[in-house]
Structure formats: structure tokens, C-alpha cells
């Protein structure tokens, strides 16, 4: 099974920091990767997928890259309302896909 | 609007069965795969199973294979998981998660819409 990595479990950062939150695959998987948010008592909310491509009605400052088994979600501008858990999620291995640990943001 | 109502959950001794449901609406089902997501409390995410537009692609996490049987019905709108064998391990918030696309592997795909969860407490 594929494994993804995210680092750093945990960050805390301040309004108005560029955030960088990496996860890494155990294996290749093109581009078949997405991104959640997910506060606290509330179901997730899916930001990216396709590695790079915004889901509408996510705000710009919200950003994707990558390919293969290494890629980032980048903040470019924290806001209060993004202090969240954030989870990539694999969509590539045959029958089964798998999220990753998660990377909690709070405010610094 | 695009509303995903989960049932089905409660307090089940280890070894016993639970049906989970999932009511669908506001979108036309029958086009996209359907997935279950748990989250233990206090825990991360763990995807349970998903289901492909036709039925014809079904998947489960390793934990719950064997175990558990996901299945839908287009014409009610309506998802599935059929939970037997139940562990302590199972206890978990389960999310009904509706997919972008009609399938879910190897695929650019994600999960746009969750309904609540329905609350599966597996204990003596």
C-alpha cells in the first residue's frame, strides 16, 4: 500500500506567514494527490486535488505542486479562519486510497 | 444543494453488525463514486471504502477488508456499509463523501461534498 508522510505535524505560525505544508509518498503517484482543511468538530473541506488544481470557492492564496511522491499545499498568506488540520490524500493505488497523518496550523 | 445524511450508527458489542446509510441529494447520484471516511476521536483521517459510479470499481482500506461491504442504490440515492465482525478499533465518526469524478483510483480525483458522520461506538 501507499504510505504518504506529511511534515510537519505540527506548525504554528502567525497572520500573515507563508505556510508550506509537505507530504510525501512512499511510491509514485503522479499527480493523483488532494488536500483537505478540517476544523475542528466540522467535516473536511477539499482545497486541491489533481496536486494543483484549486476547487472552486477556495480562496487563491491556497496553492498545489508537485508530482511523482514529493508535494506541498502553500498558504501565502495565513488568515485566522486557515488555523485548521490539513490532510493530503492519495488517489493512485489500484482499489485503495489513503490520507496522510495530518499537520495541525495554530497560531503562534 | 448538495446535502449527504448519514444513519445507522450507535453503541454495538465486538462482534456484532452494523448497516450504515447514507441518504443522497441535490446532484444526480448515479454519476459520481461514493466513498466512506472514518476519523477515531481525536485521530486522522482513515478512508474506509469507495465505490464507483456503476458499482463496477469497489475498494476497502486493509483494516476493513474481509469485514465490511459497501454497496449503492442508484435508484434510492442511497450508500452503504455493511459493518460486520465490529472491533474496538472500528469505533470512529463515519463520513458519506461524495467524489469529483465518476470513479477513484488512479484517477485526479477528491472528495467535494461530507455529510456530518454517524457516531459507531464498538464496545462491551
Known amino acids: 500500500d501507499i504510505q504518504l508522510t506529511q511534515s510537519p505535524s505540527f506548525l504554528s505560525a502567525s497572520v500573515g506567514d507563508r505556510v508550506t505544508i509537505t507530504c510525501r509518498a512512499s511510491?509514485?503517484?503522479?499527480?493523483?494527490l488532494a488536500w483537505y482543511q478540517q476544523k475542528p468538530g466540522k467535516a473536511p473541506k477539499l482545497l486541491i486535488y489533481?496536486?494543483?488544481t484549486l476547487q472552486s470557492g477556495v480562496p487563491s492564496r491556497f496553492s498545489g505542486s508537485g508530482s511523482g511522491t514529493e508535494f506541498t499545499l502553500t498558504i501565502s498568506s495565513l488568515q485566522p479562519e486557515d488555523f485548521a488540520t490539513y490532510y493530503c490524500?492519495?488517489?493512485?493505488?489500484?482499489?485503495?486510497?489513503?490520507f496522510g497523518g495530518g499537520t495541525k496550523v495554530e497560531i503562534k | 444543494e448538495v446535502q449527504l445524511v448519514e444513519s445507522g450508527g450507535g453503541l454495538v458489542q465486538p462482534g456484532r453488525s452494523l448497516r450504515l446509510s447514507c441518504a443522497a441529494s441535490?446532484?444526480?447520484?448515479?454519476?459520481?463514486?461514493m466513498h466512506w471516511v472514518r476519523q477515531a476521536p481525536g485521530k486522522g483521517l482513515e478512508w474506509v471504502s469507495g465505490?464507483?459510479?456503476?458499482?463496477?470499481?469497489?475498494g476497502y482500506a486493509d483494516s476493513v477488508k474481509g469485514r465490511f461491504t459497501i454497496s449503492r442504490d442508484n435508484a434510492k440515492n442511497s450508500l452503504y456499509l455493511q459493518m460486520n465482525s465490529l472491533r474496538a478499533e472500528d469505533t470512529a465518526l463515519y463520513y458519506c463523501?461524495?467524489?469529483?469524478?465518476?470513479?477513484?483510483?488512479?484517477?485526479?480525483?477528491?472528495?467535494?461534498?461530507w455529510g456530518q458522520g454517524t457516531l459507531v461506538t464498538v464496545s462491551s
Open positions: 463523501a461524495k467524489d469529483i469524478m465518476d470513479d477513484f483510483w488512479s484517477i485526479p480525483g477528491g472528495f467535494d461534498y
Open positions: 441535490g446532484f444526480t447520484f448515479d454519476d459520481y463514486a
Open positions: 465505490i464507483s459510479w456503476n458499482s463496477g470499481s469497489i
Open positions: 511510491q509514485g503517484i503522479s499527480s493523483y
Open positions: 489533481a496536486a494543483s
Open positions: 490524500q492519495q488517489l493512485n493505488s489500484y482499489l485503495t486510497l489513503t
